[in-house]
């Protein structure tokens, strides 16, 4: 069974705060990875895709690492808005590429 | 921008109704999905579909559920005989091709069942 396993928070952090989250992912065939992000009740929002290289969007930050089947993402300086929902994401690659989620770390960002 | 659209919003049926939702994938996209979040759970595979056919399902995804491209634009989700446990909300996605390229989700659509 493919498992992507998350702490699910939640982590309150005040603004101007960094905070890092990580994931790890069962299915060492899985090729690509992404950083959704859900607010409450909403559909979910790519926020970054995630490459082995490890990648940066502003104050955001990707990292993967395959040999240990584990993802993370940091947030430089949060702000009130990044409260949400962070979601692991693992595309399986199969024939029907499915996602599979991570059960998501809640973020909340207080003033 | 161009958006997956998905109706209704919220959708209440009695137990054992047949329900069936819909969704418009971006146009030029050729892979589509539903994904379910049951409240508080992850959201859990469904099926995907490619060339009018359904390319992997997922073990949710029973005799009860199927679907369907009746045009060039819709993509439906029809739920047979509807039980209590299928209270979710379900997401349409799509893309334009596949691994690393984004899902799209529609804004989902809340499927009470009484």
């Known amino acids: 069974r493919k498992e992507v396993e998350q702490d699910p928070g939640p982590f309150n952090v005040p603004e101007g705060a960094t905070v890092a989250f990580n994931c790890t992912y069962s299915?060492?065939?899985?090729?690509?990875f992404f950083w959704y992000r859900q607010d409450c009740r909403k559909e979910p929002k790519l926020l970054m895709s995630?490459?082995?290289s490890g990648n940066e969007d502003g104050r955001f930050t990707a990292q993967l690492n395959r040999a240990s089947q584990y993802i993370s993402l940091l947030i430089r300086d949060s702000k009130l808005s990044d409260s949400a929902t962070y979601l692991c994401v693992v595309n399986e690659d199969n024939a029907g590429n499915m996602l599979t989620f991570g059960g998501g770390t809640r973020l909340m960002v207080k003033p | 921008e161009p958006e997956v659209t998905q109706t209704p919003s919220h959708q209440v049926t009695q137990m054992g109704q047949e329900v069936i939702l819909r969704c418009v994938p971006i146009?030029?996209?050729?892979?589509f999905y539903w994904y379910r979040q049951i409240l508080g759970q992850k959201v859990e595979f469904l099926v995907s579909f490619y060339n009018n056919e359904i390319s992997e399902k997922s073990e949710i995804f029973d005799d009860q559920f199927s679907v369907e491209r009746p045009d060039g634009s819709n993509f439906t989700l029809k739920i047979r005989s509807t039980k209590l446990e299928d209270s979710a909300m379900y997401f349409c996605?799509?893309?334009?091709?596949?691994?690393?390229?984004?899902?799209?989700f529609g804004p989902g659509t809340r499927l009470t069942v009484l």
């Open positions: 996605a799509s893309t334009l091709g596949r691994s690393y390229n984004e899902q799209f």
């Open positions: 995630v490459y082995s």
């Open positions: 299915n060492s065939a899985s090729q690509s």
């Open positions: 146009s030029n996209h050729l892979y």
